[in-house]
């Protein structure tokens, strides 16, 4: 698909106008457009030195703030692939997130994203902040928090590596040989990444993967596997993944920490997904 993507900025003369119209005046576009965009996160509004998503068309407008719409088909007519629920411990929640879905948005919208989700489907219904990130490729356990206090608790925990992370990844070839943990102690763009390493079991021309990560750069598990020759499955970037004709291989499957509402240690655990 071409890419047909446009950006729109309108300064409001007046209070009182019509978001809506603004936009539809400079951008061509219908109305009935202009609002889809709006509820799916591709209008801002600028008032001060303060920028966020504008998804009301009946907001009121005051002289001076300065509309966006970041207008993308591709990306608009994308259809999230719905999260499931694990656990609601209502500042915070976490989710299954599925191939596909989003950890975050862009300026070009936010509907396929998990926190999004989260937003439109809570009960009771509640804002979303991101935590930390999930690949688009990859599946598995995220977190999201519904407080700006509870975000920035649970961000640090991440930052300070108080969280315990695992995955499990479908690798091609035989990793049974490496009888011990194989750790990986290798930069990535310039930046301290360690992980660890463990088989599980063989199967035919694959290994099942279990995968423990100090740290979390971009791409971490997919670079430090491919680098040891055991790309994982499905991986499109790193690996074979046109040959393998899978999604990618990589599941975050559990989360430990010391929940900063609680006070506790919890943990969150995916049924096995050895299979």
């Known amino acids: 698909m071409p890419d047909n993507r446009q950006e729109f900025h309108v300064s409001v003369a007046s209070a009182g106008g019509d978001a809506v119209s603004l936009l539809q005046q400079a951008s061509g576009l219908s109305r009935g457009r202009i609002k889809t965009a709006m509820a799916k996160g591709a209008a801002w509004i600028t008032r001060g030195r303060q920028t966020q998503r504008l998804r009301r068309a009946k907001r009121s407008l005051k002289a001076g703030d300065e509309l966006h719409l970041y207008y993308n088909p ?52 509640r804002p979303s902040f991101t935590v930390h990130r999930l690949d688009r490729a990859a599946s598995g356990l995220i977190l999201v928090a519904h407080t700006k206090k509870t975000a920035s608790e649970l961000s640090g925990l991440f930052r300070q590596r108080r969280v315990e992370k695992r995955y499990r990844a479908w690798v091609a070839g035989d990793f049974s040989e490496a009888l011990t943990p194989v750790r990986v102690d290798e930069p990535i763009d310039g930046k301290a990444a360690v992980s660890e390493f463990r088989c599980i079991r063989v199967a035919d021309d694959s290994s099942l993967v279990d995968v423990s990560i100090e740290t979390g750069r971009k791409h971490q598990v997919r670079r430090h596997l491919a680098s040891l020759g055991f790309p994982i499955r499905g991986d499109r970037l790193y690996g074979a993944g046109e040959k393998d004709d899978v999604d990618l291989q990589l599941t975050a499957c559990l989360l430990r920490f010391r929940c900063p509402v609680a006070g506790q240690v919890v943990e969150y655990r995916l049924p096995d997904v050895s299979k």
Not at 75 to 88: G, I
């Open 74 to 125: 591709k990306v608009l007519d994308e259809v999230p692939s719905p999260p499931t629920l694990v656990a609601d411990a209502g500042d915070y929640s976490v989710w299954n997130k599925p191939y596909g879905l989003r950890s975050q948005g862009s300026k070009w919208g936010d509907h396929c994203t998990v926190g999004r989700w989260a937003e439109q489907h809570l009960d009771p219904e």
